[in-house]
């Protein structure tokens, strides 16, 4: 789910006080030639370390496993990846503007072989305890918020403008397949062929990407002017507090991306919440074998790849309102379906339709980003918008389970079907289809 430049010199859509930014220096804009190099090596750079990320998320659980019979510790070990997205999004998002942005995809990566490194001979020596891989959780957990962050800040600088739809797509199938798909079973086979060689071969990826970030070519670091008026080389510098409120204020000013935000929030809890419950409802009420709830969760990433090859043929077909807007439709799809059958393709194609859903909102919402928000402003933008949106999906979680525990789980599937529904009124009023187009720079479809 999940997720940034501006190329003209005018105030984005909806922007209470209008914002302009200057036109980019001439060796910010890449040639087509440069822009398609730089757009596989991010592809390739997000296939690797989404690949890695994914075997991480597997292997570190079952550590916690064969350390502690307790669930709390082993759900905390979990825990420690994702929550970084809740407690450092926000300064992160300040390095991201502050920093050269390939060298932080170097220091994200050091940090991911630092962990790794000291992780592998406490291993081999069955030697891992709970609170070492709590702390090793962290710094995966860290360092992925820093890589995800500057590789997306990084897109604007280093593709042209009409490149950014494909990199976007891209690098979006490329998470669906290698964190969702790729990631999750290469884990599987490499911890039955041990943890040293799962952990081994996890740190060779890293070093890889790391690598692989030297093809990069380009600019690097943030453009330090924001309105056209002030320029940091005579500007007063500002401190990490004021940079913070600055990137929440910008989006909270700015109508269109505030209201998709909020939009995504929404959904993202859904999406939380479906994956907390499914594997409960799907044994106990759709009595489900290993295979068919195998099928039904392929069904997710099956559907987020589809969505990531036809997005740029659907955009053209019917314009990207209703693209985006069949995020919502596959979103409310995934939670009333289960609330009213238990027939596992009927369900299982509701997850099609949602994860199909979430890449095209994906694609076409980090593309609308780029164009709008200032290339000094994207770290803390992107840092923003995913910690509405990932910080939503634990929350949607805890509910659910509240409701489930309440009120049974057919209920609580549609309770955020209800909650998707309500999203409805505020896309369609604010997400119109002359906004978009001012905002994409297309002309408004007839």
Known sequence: MSDQSVDTARAPVGLAEPVTAPAAPDHAEPT?????????VLLVFTAITNLADGVTKIALPLLAA??????????AVSLTLSLPWLLAALHVGVLVDRLDRRRLLWGANGLRLTALGALMPLAAADAVTIPVLCAAGLVLGVAEVIALTSASAMIPALTPPEGRERANTWIAGAETVCNEFAGPFVG????AAGTGVALGTTWLSYLAASLVVVLLVGRFRASRRTDGRADAETAAPETVRVQIVDGLSYLWRHTLLRTMALILTVLCACWGAWLALMPLFATSVMHLSPSEYGTLLSALGVGGLAGALAVTWLNRFFGRRWVMFADLVGTFAMMAVPAVTTNLWAVAVAAFLGGMGGTL???NARTMAQRLVPDAMLGRFGAVSRLFSWGAMPIGAGLMGLLAEWFGLRLAFGFFAVTVAL???PFLRVLTRSALAEAFGDKPRA
């Open 32 to 40: 087509a030639r440069r822009g398609t190099r730089n757009t596989v």
């Open 66 to 75: 064969r350390a502690s019979a307790s669930p709390a510790q082993v759900s």
């Open 188 to 191: 599987g086979l490499l911890l």
């Open 361 to 363: 909102w994906t694609v």
């Open 423 to 425: 999203t409805v009124p």
